[in-house]
């Protein structure tokens, strides 16, 4: 039962995140509700491809306990959730291409863009198994618990701000986005592109997909060296999290910055 509830849940969420961008723009965005999007969609997408992926997942640097949760709050504004997204995506890596692998091209374009976010996939107890490091923060216990709350008082306070077109450009337009850029990768990375290399998974570097995810398209990159905080290998390969990564360390806030190169 609750994983019917859940993705009922999810795909409650996910068709209300894309149906609001819609009825903003059929009423007409006003500048403001553009000047709140691009205060809020930097950080947003700071929380899905560093925070979510290169930190919780793989531990590509080290930090302290305040900007831990900090960056954990960054991923809460799209709904993301530090704990079962890393526990979901570990199990990716382990079983890349396969049967089962949760997002392979393999089983079609809709499971891999869009049911994988709607299916469980693994059960909890297999995912969490995964994450004993971060289990032993009971701050992210707690907001693994109230994953929504974030986000959702995010879309309150676009409402009180600007009203229905800030919550729909503001607030809802940058979880979609980052959602179909994720996909992208997946999906895209997977499919098309070229290897650096020679792995047993089918993964690519396409360097389209890697300008519109800041990074996240140097896939081949990333499935041979998984704990780098650094996908783009090479000068020419702009990887924009890694950059931020890099402002991070300078301003002391990470530190033991992992990279393969």
């Not at 205060?39 to 899905?48: D, H, L, T």
């Not at 469980?120 to 490091?133: F, I, L, N, S, W």
């Not at 089918?202 to 896939?219: I, K, M, P, R």
Request: hydrophobic share 45%; glycine share 8%.
């Amino acid at each position: 039962m609750r994983s019917k509830a859940r993705k009922i849940r999810s795909s409650v969420l996910i068709a209300l995140l894309h149906a609001m961008p819609v009825v903003a723009f059929i009423i007409g965005p006003v500048p403001q509700d553009w000047l709140f999007f691009a205060i809020v969609y930097p950080f947003s997408a700071v929380g899905v491809g560093v925070a979510l992926h290169r930190y919780f997942a793989h531990k590509a640097f080290v930090t302290s306990r305040p900007f831990q949760f900090a960056l954990a709050l960054m991923a809460a504004t799209t709904f993301g959730d530090p704990i079962r997204f890393a526990g979901k995506h570990r199990l990716h890596h382990r079983y890349v291409d396969t049967d089962k692998d949760v997002h392979t091209p393999k089983d079609g374009i809709w499971q891999c863009w869009i049911g994988s976010m709607l299916e469980p996939a693994y059960c909890e107890e297999e995912a969490r198994r995964q994450v004993g490091d971060l289990l032993n923060y009971p701050e992210l216990r707690l907001l693994s618990r109230f994953w929504l709350v974030p986000g959702l008082l995010l879309i309150v306070v676009a409402y009180l701000i600007g009203g229905i077109t800030m919550v729909g450009i503001g607030a809802c337009l940058g979880p979609v986005l980052l959602m179909h850029q994720s996909s992208a990768v997946n999906y895209l990375c997977h499919k098309h592109g070229t290897r650096r290399y020679d792995l047993k998974d089918t993964s690519t570097n396409n360097f389209l997909v890697a300008l519109l995810t800041f990074g996240e398209g140097w896939h081949n990159n990333h499935h041979r060296h998984p704990r780098s905080a650094r996908a783009g290998e090479v000068w020419w390969e702009i990887d924009m999290f890694y950059y931020v990564i890099a402002l991070f360390r300078k301003l002391g806030l990470v530190w033991n910055v992992r990279t393969a190169r």
